[in-house]
């Protein structure tokens, strides 16, 4: 979920931080925090390309092209996790722009849900019944070519602090709404002062009993969880869920490992939702140790998303028949519960659409 714009720092009357010395635990004032991580974020093709030992040709051109059209942005912790010297490495395979992107195939459009459609007031999207998205940022740590958010319009959705009063006042006039979900972009790309500012106000609506997150940012840059983030979490009287976003297990390290466990002392749900991507994961054997890494992580599989038609990334695109052939072949090698939901988010429906596996109905309800 991301913007086509240059990263920066959303910091809305923020004091500066002093530089403090690294401890045993992370601290976004620490030296080398997680802004300064995204900051020095890997920014181009060719500096991407160097930088895994891998040659400009036949890479570049193709590489260039997509980048024109949805730049580059990877960070540092994200590429340490990549095989040098491998094109073929899968987590490379999510960031690295192609050539392709650049052709127009029909069928995959700017908006593939119609988001667009579902705007309450600006920066809340009202999708399903007992659920709002608030679009906190359009930042993200990460751009990844599958975005199906690659041509979201977040700047007509940038929530300042005169939007805040309009946002709650839609919450407070929605009774049946009891969950918000903090979205974007990545929430967590956004200074912790104004997430727990959020938190405050959501949690003073009487019929808002959760606060979910979805992010991407515990994963590509661990160093994200961190005391201040922890202490809104704690503080906060909702219930907490954040939903990371993990595709392949080359993802996971002793890092982010340290990350899920302090978000879970926290008193933090964690769950994981993944995109079926052709080249990354469309493998038995790869969504098998994906559940088995993620859970010896503390966080449990939660959806398996079919691809989203978005324009720019045909090439990702896993027919719902292969992908349902894969989750039948899954659930005969995990137990039920790290069988993720494979599941198509379609627009207008009230719900993620389950896709059938082996022909069988699917009975599960989802959100």
């Known amino acids: 979920m991301i913007q086509r714009t240059p990263a920066r720092i959303e910091a809305r009357?923020?004091?500066?931080?002093?530089?403090?010395?690294?401890?045993?635990?992370?601290?976004?004032?620490?030296?080398?925090?997680?802004?300064?991580?995204?900051?020095?974020?890997?920014?181009?093709?060719?500096?991407?390309?160097?930088?895994?030992?891998?040659?400009?040709?036949?890479?570049?051109?193709?590489?260039?092209?997509?980048?024109?059209?949805?730049?580059?942005?990877?960070?540092?912790?994200?590429?340490?996790r990549m095989q040098h010297g491998n094109s073929n490495d899968p987590l490379l395979r999510q960031v690295l722009p192609v050539?392709?992107?650049?052709?127009?195939?029909?069928?995959?459009?700017?908006?593939p849900l119609e988001e667009s459609s579902a705007i309450q007031t600006t920066g809340l999207i009202r999708k399903y019944e007992s659920r709002a998205l608030l679009m906190v940022t359009g930042q993200c740590a990460i751009n990844c070519r599958y975005c199906f958010r690659r041509h979201f319009p977040y700047d007509d959705q940038r929530l300042g602090p005169e939007d805040r009063q309009q946002v709650l006042s839609s919450l407070?006039?929605?009774?049946?709404?009891?969950?918000?979900?903090?979205?974007?972009?990545?929430?967590?790309a956004v200074n912790d002062r104004l997430l727990a500012q959020w938190a405050r106000a959501l949690a003073e609506v009487p019929h808002i009993k959760r606060l979910r997150i979805h992010s991407r940012l515990p994963v590509v840059i661990p160093q994200r969880v961190c005391d201040e983030l922890l202490n809104w979490l704690r503080e906060s009287p909702l219930q907490k869920v954040l939903v990371v976003h993990v595709n392949h297990p080359a993802e996971l390290d002793?890092?982010?490992?340290?990350?899920f466990s302090r978000l879970r002392d926290a008193g933090v749900t964690l769950l994981n939702q993944s995109v079926i991507l052709k080249g990354v994961n469309d493998s038995v054997n790869t969504l098998a140790k994906l559940s088995e890494d993620l859970f010896a992580s503390g966080v449990l599989p939660y959806y398996l998303h079919a691809f989203d038609p978005v324009s720019g990334a045909h090439h990702f695109d896993v027919s719902d028949r292969n992908a349902a052939a894969l989750v039948a072949e899954l659930m005969t090698r995990l137990p039920g519960f790290l069988v993720p939901k494979l599941v198509r988010e379609l627009p207008g429906k009230a719900s993620k659409t389950p896709i059938a596996i082996n022909g069988l109905p699917v009975h599960y309800t989802t959100d």
Do not use: K, M
């Open 172 to 188: 407070h006039a929605s009774p049946n709404i009891n969950e918000v979900i903090f979205s974007g972009g990545d929430p967590l």
């Open 99 to 111: 050539a392709d992107e650049a052709l127009h195939q029909a069928g995959y459009v700017r908006d």
């Open 13 to 80: 009357n923020e004091e500066p931080v002093a530089d403090v010395t690294v401890g045993p635990e992370p601290s976004c004032a620490a030296e080398q925090s997680w802004q300064q991580i995204l900051a020095e974020s890997v920014t181009s093709p060719a500096q991407l390309l160097a930088r895994l030992g891998l040659p400009q040709e036949p890479w570049l051109q193709g590489a260039n092209a997509g980048h024109q059209l949805f730049p580059v942005r990877v960070p540092e912790p994200f590429i340490r």
């Open 254 to 259: 002793a890092q982010t490992s340290r990350a």
